[in-house]
């Protein structure tokens, strides 16, 4: 069995292995899906800046299963951006090892590596002489793809990461916002299909509703396409909402907690992890569950386009006095109450209230919450990537949802505080019995 | 015989010193450029050689020209020699240095992604480095043309070609008929010739400067 922790780090970690159990995949659905993704292991990895008095990144070790995001998170010059670098060998480790699915790659030539592990950067770091599509073609023109598979690579990632092919194409980086520069940061990142993806602080430039959107976006690619990413963030939140597993580091990179994020949320090992999850767990909790978690109600709509005498007799008639009206696209656009109908003079266009906010099934909970919180209607409509109505999610849900959850998290954190007890138990009986096994050291 | 009469007369003349006056900046301009450019891309990493490099090229063009042409002919000979060596020596700093200055101005988190994609060595400098420098490159172009099209002048008194060849003959005869007819068609085409160089530059600018970064 592989000894991924060393002894002497082992007290400052006792959840590595997770109330899940240490052999088990992060994501509960990843199963089902292909993972594209690759392993990266990192062994007793160490950056001594040269003139430094001490080590920026200090024997760090780690191992990132295929296709998991894993996100590390800490104080600003923790280390987060060299023990990254250090991956895909823009610096050169003062020692220490890195191997990505197996293969040792510490010594290889990094200009070929680099090609296979994507990279993106804060404030996108697009070549602003070169067109989007240029930019996004680099790397497959790299590895020597034909002319025609750059083309089409290119349309599909622009596609992939939400942005028109036509519209963008032929933009240049500054003629884009901030965050359709990310988007394409992500896009150029991932062109050549790269198993691994490294990102530093990629959304650290953006304000934050778009930050928010990346984000979102972020996780929905992760569900198509299951890479492997390690992800540099100082934003505890950040971390939460977007990591399968994350690493809190303190100085010189080393790991305070390396688990799951519901695992830090209510059980972090130290001061140092409770001091940086911060106030208002329970509250970061809700950004851990998304929407397509919790159950997705139907609910009865109409459209704009239907008759003005079929929408009447609905309201009057159904048995739910409201009705959400849809435009034309079937994109959420006005709560109709039955209240209303005195207002509809022959049409539509005064009656009824307009929904400003939706949330798609990526949301987390917390934005569908905040989206219940601030609509009339005490409930929000779900809508697809195109914005289209799916269905809509009330108060009572998230409130029954985020019950079980905190339920669930406590009952896991209990049973592994008493796993981890038992363990010390059976590790201290050994010792004193004198059989220590080389198992129960590595545990 | 008045100017007009005098450029009649002998216009076939006054046009082959300005082809041949144009003709040798600008090769001697394609000299400096690949020179000064290659000077730069070597140096530009290094704070001392990068400095070194403009010192040197600067410390060139605080010498006469006149003293210069003259300093080379024992070492070349007369002729199209000195002149263009001249040229392109005087032509390099502004190449030189706006190839340092732009080339370390290119943001260093682009060289980063640039290398973080895995762009060799080599695609770094010609795909993103080089483009990105190549605006206040192409001024120092520019600025080393305007330069050489005065000094070229200089090359024919040591026996050079072009229109400096005309300005000479009407100084060294003076108060005949046609002198001054002679040193104003020679300097009046110089000063065509300039303009329609820095005409030419800024088609250049607007064909070779990407529209992503153009001002
Ligand atoms: N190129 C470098 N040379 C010397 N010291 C560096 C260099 N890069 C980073 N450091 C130092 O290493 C430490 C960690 O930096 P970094 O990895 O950028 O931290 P983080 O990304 O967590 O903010 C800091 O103290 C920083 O000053
Ligand atoms: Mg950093």
Redo the contacts with the bound molecule.
């Keep these: 069995m592989p000894d991924h922790d060393q002894p002497g780090t082992a007290e400052s970690r006792p959840t590595e292995t997770g109330p899940s159990g240490a052999t088990e995949a992060p994501h509960g659905d990843a199963a089902a899906t292909s993972v594209t993704g690759a392993t990266i292991r990192l062994e007793n990895l160490t950056k001594h800046y040269p003139g430094a008095p001490l080590p920026a990144v200090d024997g760090v070790t780690m191992d990132i299963n295929a296709g998991e995001l894993v996100v590390l998170v800490g104080p600003?010059?923790c280390?987060?951006?060299?023990c990254?670098r250090m991956i895909n060998r823009l610096i050169e480790p003062t020692s220490g090892r890195i191997s990505i699915d197996g293969e040792d790659v510490t010594d290889i030539d990094p200009v070929g590596l680099r090609r296979k592990i994507g990279y993106a950067i804060?404030a996108s770091g697009l070549f602003p002489h070169m067109t989007v599509a240029e930019n996004i073609a680099q790397v497959p023109r790299m590895v020597g793809w034909s002319k025609k598979k750059v083309k089409n690579r290119v349309e599909e990632m622009l596609d992939l990461v939400g942005l028109d092919p036509r519209e963008f194409h032929s933009r240049y980086p500054r003629q884009l916002s901030g965050g359709q520069q990310q988007r394409v940061g992500v896009a150029r990142a991932l062109a050549a299909d790269p198993p691994v993806l490294l990102m530093?602080?990629p959304f650290g430039a953006v304000d934050p509703i778009t930050r928010d959107h990346l984000q979102d976006e972020l996780i929905r690619l992760q569900r198509e396409l299951h890479k492997t990413i390690v992800f540099?963030t100082?934003d505890f939140d950040e971390a939460i909402k977007l990591g399968d597993r994350i690493a809190v580091l303190r100085e010189q990179s080393h790991i305070a907690q390396f688990d799951t994020p519901e695992a830090i949320l209510t059980n972090p090992a130290d001061d140092f992890v409770s001091g940086f999850v911060g106030a208002g767990a329970a509250l970061k909790r809700l950004n851990l569950t998304r929407v397509r978690d919790v159950e997705i109600a139907d609910f009865d709509t109409v459209r704009v386009d239907d008759p003005l005498q079929d929408i009447f007799d609905k309201l009057r008639s159904g048995d739910a006095n409201e009705l959400l009206l849809l435009d034309q696209q079937n994109r959420p656009y006005k709560w109709l109450r039955r209240g209303d109908l005195s207002r509809v003079k022959g049409s539509l266009a005064r009656a009824g209230t307009l929904i400003h906010d939706h949330v798609t099934r990526d949301a987390t909970l917390r934005d569908a919450l905040e989206a219940v919180l601030t609509d009339s209607s005490g409930r929000v409509a779900v809508t697809g990537r195109r914005g289209e109505y799916i269905g809509v999610v009330d108060m009572e849900t998230l409130l029954n949802s985020v019950h079980e959850m905190l339920e669930a998290d406590r009952l896991a954190a209990m049973e592994h505080r008493h796993s981890l007890e038992a363990d010390r138990a059976r590790r201290t009986r050994a010792a004193q019995e004198g059989t220590f096994t080389t198992s129960g050291e590595a545990s | 015989m008045n100017f007009w009469e005098y450029l009649g007369s002998r216009y076939q003349q006054v046009l082959v010193d300005t082809y041949q006056h144009a003709s040798v900046v600008f090769q001697c301009m394609v000299i400096a450029t690949v020179l000064g450019v290659a000077i730069g891309v070597l140096t530009y990493r290094r704070q001392w050689a990068g400095n070194l490099a403009i010192t040197t090229t600067a410390s060139i063009l605080t010498i006469p020209s006149l003293a210069l042409i003259g300093l080379l002919i024992p070492l070349v000979g007369l002729g199209v020699a000195p002149t263009v060596l001249a040229l392109v020596l005087y032509g390099l700093l502004p190449v030189v240095r706006n190839a340092v200055v732009g080339l370390r101005g290119v943001d260093p988190a682009l060289v980063d992604a640039a290398k973080g994609i895995g762009m060799s060595r080599t695609a770094r400098l010609f795909k993103v480095e080089l483009p990105l420098a190549w605006p206040p490159i192409l001024t120092g172009i520019r600025v080393a043309t305007q330069m050489l099209m005065g000094i070229a002048a200089i090359a024919a008194f040591a026996s050079g070609p072009g229109l400096g060849n005309l300005i000479f003959r009407g100084i060294s005869s003076l108060g005949s008929a046609n002198a001054l007819n002679q040193v104003l068609a020679g300097t009046l085409g110089i000063v065509i010739l300039a303009l329609l160089f820095d005409a030419a530059y800024v088609l250049i600018g607007r064909l070779t400067i990407s529209r992503g970064i153009r001002a």
Excluded at chain 1, 79 to 82: A, C, L, Q, R
């Design positions: 600003s010059g280390g987060k951006s060299t990254l804060q530093d602080e540099v100082h």
